[in-house]
């Protein structure tokens, strides 16, 4: 979640001179931008995974310290839960056949880990949500020992001046059952700790990264519902990617009354199109005050005038507090520094290929939209696009989507159609070997083709357990022990049977 924050009270001074900052750090940016010094390498894959753990009974184990002490290995970090870790893979050109190589050393990496963190008496999940998470995990006990995660949990309640409500109306599992419900309250960010997701980097040219960022912003909808695996969470079924509305629920800053003044969320899709990243960071440095102002002694301005690369830490650490469903990130190694987008949507799971598959469907597509004679966002309204998003969340691979020149279609008939030869053509622009293009688009066809994804299969998986006579949280724990299984067969969930 970023750099390390000692523990510490703000002041109205520390606030005032973070603005400050900030103010600078953004003002540095725009220099650099005009200059036209950014790195700009070949296209590289990036990513980031958020783990769970759990114990031999499938509940969440609050052993993150344990665990990384055993796996040993500075790929992996703590996350805001007890129960979370991460993996961070190195960026790796995206031409050839990295990605068959990417899935086979980072199924190495996480079978390795997997088998060092069972020594503690936890294993790795890879899902969107654990399901066997309850109110009960969200107490401030259970936040990881870094004091940056209970500093920035007490900065949001502080900011929201109450404690966090959490309502979702789900949809029905089939059969008798009705439609299910959330509505609870809790003292921390914990919640927010449950959605994990897989993060996908691509370093951009600042001359292209407009047309990129609105690309993404245009094919959220249609990730999320191809990928949703995130139906569960505290003993309810909810929507299809319940990651979304939660994450944007367990991080807002807003009482009620700054949203019925239409104050802007801090889990943000954005309110229009761009045509440059520094809208982007003006945007939330304009919008959004600090939740955790912590300033450095560097002038952005007298780095650069020796030649050196700024850190730009305090517009580093505000725009980390801003969570966009596309997030831009400035980073430096070195002398030199880069631009690249983050792309944030897609769910953790439910397999290796899965997750590349997602993965490549994703960069060859947002290639082909950046690149395209007619931009896709110029026959788009902005919010259709975020409509798209919360439909696909809440109804996932069956949901309803708005395409221009189609009108509204399902996921499933938009992909097959019309999205998956441009993927392809993307792939094939970034110089992607054939037959890894063709390996996992060709997983993204059979999961249109089949309607199984993630969501699809844990749905049915529950279902099938009540009708047999489980309760939910027998159905729950013995569809995760059923998952965790066909997670490391590797086999991609199409194929999953019940």
């Given at each position: 979640m970023g750099d390390r924050v000692d523990d510490r009270v703000f002041t109205r001074q520390d606030r005032t001179r973070f603005r400050e900052k900030t103010a600078r750090c953004l003002d540095a940016l725009a220099s650099m931008l005009a200059d036209g010094q950014f790195e700009v390498s070949e296209p590289r894959l990036g990513l980031e995974i958020e783990l769970n753990l759990v114990d031999d009974a499938c509940d969440p184990a609050m052993?993150?310290?344990?665990?990384?002490?055993?796996?040993?290995?500075?790929?992996?970090?703590?996350?805001?839960?007890?129960?979370?870790?991460?993996?961070?893979?190195?960026?790796?050109?995206?031409?050839?056949?990295?990605?068959?190589?990417?899935?086979?050393?980072?199924?190495?990496?996480?079978?390795?880990?997997?088998?060092?963190?069972?020594?503690?008496?936890?294993?790795?999940?890879?899902?969107?949500?654990?399901?066997?998470?309850?109110?009960?995990?969200?107490?401030?006990?259970?936040?990881?020992?870094?004091?940056?995660?209970?500093?920035?949990?007490?900065?949001?309640?502080?900011?929201?001046?109450?404690?966090?409500?959490?309502?979702?109306?789900?949809?029905?599992?089939?059969?008798?059952?009705?439609?299910?419900s959330l509505d609870i309250v809790c003292d921390t960010i914990l919640p927010?700790?449950?959605?994990?997701?897989?993060?996908?980097?691509?370093?951009?040219?600042?001359?292209?990264?407009?047309?990129?960022?609105?690309?993404?912003?245009?094919?959220?909808g249609v990730q999320v519902a191809l990928a949703a695996n995130s139906p569960f969470f505290a003993g309810r079924a909810l929507w299809h990617e319940t990651r979304i509305p939660l994450f944007e629920q367990a991080t807002d800053t807003r009482s009620v009354e700054l949203k019925n003044q239409r104050v802007r969320p801090r889990v943000w899709f954005g309110e229009r199109w761009v045509t440059s990243i520094f809208d982007l960071f003006e945007e939330n440095s304009r919008y959004f005050p600090a939740l955790l102002p912590v300033t450095t002694d560097?002038?952005?301005?007298?780095?650069?005038?020796?030649?050196?690369?700024?850190?730009?830490?305090?517009?580093?650490?505000?725009?980390?507090?801003?969570?966009?469903?596309?997030?831009?990130?400035?980073?430096?190694?070195?002398?030199?520094?880069?631009?690249?987008l983050e792309n944030r949507v897609l769910p953790a799971g439910p397999?290796?290929?899965?997750?590349?598959?997602?993965?490549?469907?994703?960069?060859?597509?947002?290639?082909?939209?950046?690149?395209?004679?007619?931009?896709?966002?110029?026959?788009?309204?902005?919010?259709?696009?975020?409509?798209n998003l919360h439909s696909a969340a809440r109804d996932g691979i069956e949901s309803r989507l708005y395409w221009p020149e189609v009108g509204w279609i399902g996921p499933r008939e938009l992909v097959l159609r019309r999205l998956l030869p441009l993927a392809a053509e993307g792939l094939d622009g970034f110089g992607v070997d054939p037959v890894a293009r063709d390996r996992y688009l060709g997983v993204i066809e059979q999961r249109c083709l089949t309607g199984r994804n993630g969501a699809v299969w844990q749905r049915e998986a529950v279902a099938a357990r009540e009708r047999a006579g489980a309760t939910r949280s027998e159905a729950l724990h013995g569809m995760l022990a059923d998952y965790l299984e066909r997670m490391h067969t590797g086999d991609p969930v199409h194929t999953w049977t019940l």
């Open positions: 052993a993150n310290a344990r665990a990384l002490e055993a796996i040993a290995d500075p790929a992996f970090q703590t996350e805001l839960g007890q129960f979370n870790i991460e993996i961070n893979v190195e960026p790796r050109p995206l031409a050839g056949g990295n990605v068959i190589r990417l899935e086979d050393s980072l199924r190495e990496a996480l079978n390795a880990a997997d088998a060092k963190a069972r020594s503690t008496g936890c294993g790795l999940a890879m899902i969107g949500m654990l399901p066997t998470l309850d109110e009960h995990h969200f107490t401030s006990e259970w936040l990881s020992e870094d004091p940056r995660y209970d500093l920035l949990s007490q900065q949001i309640l502080a900011a929201r001046g109450e404690d966090i409500e959490l309502r979702l109306d789900g949809s029905a599992l089939g059969g008798a059952g009705g439609r299910e927010e700790a449950a959605c994990t997701s897989v993060q996908l980097h691509l370093q951009v040219d600042p001359a292209d990264f407009a047309a990129y960022w609105n690309s993404a912003q245009a094919i959220a560097e002038d952005p301005f007298e780095v650069l005038a020796r030649g050196g690369t700024p850190a730009l830490s305090e517009l580093r650490m505000h725009n980390g507090t801003v969570y966009r469903w596309n997030r831009p990130i400035y980073d430096g190694h070195g002398d030199r520094y880069h631009l690249r397999s290796i290929v899965d997750v590349l598959a997602d993965a490549a469907f994703y960069y060859g597509l947002v290639r082909s939209l950046a690149l395209a004679d007619r931009p896709l966002w110029t026959q788009m309204t902005f919010d259709a696009a975020e409509e």
